[in-house]
């Protein structure tokens, strides 16, 4: 009857056996924090301040891969030059970055015995 009594006040939450069972969950939440939570803000916090920073002349590509040079910006819509003379007006949220010059960057080489 005493052993009972004695896994009774062992399980009861309180002191350090509280905290020890809340111990892994606490260094997860840490880990997911300085691993995931905060690049992932400090991404995004670069990203507002690029868009932010955005001026006309700038080559850009959208969030669905158009390349394109901003001839135009308002508070809300970027107009980009895709080709001679044609113009597109896109969100300022759907640019994803600063873009190369398509023509300039090299083709991918073909695997040799392919």
Partial sequence: MTGVAWAAEAAAPGGMAFIG???PLILI???FYFLLIRPQQKKA??????LA????????ITG???YGQITGLTDNVVTLEIADNIR???SRAAI????ADPEKTPAPSKPAGG
Avoid: T, W
């Fill in 96 to 99: 994803a970055g600063a873009a």
């Fill in 29 to 31: 939440f840490f880990v």
């Fill in 45 to 50: 916090k670069e990203h507002q301040a690029y």
């Fill in 53 to 60: 920073n955005l001026k006309r002349g700038d080559r850009v």
């Fill in 64 to 66: 669905g891969g158009i």
């Fill in 21 to 23: 069972q809340f111990l």
């Fill in 88 to 90: 597109i007006k896109v």
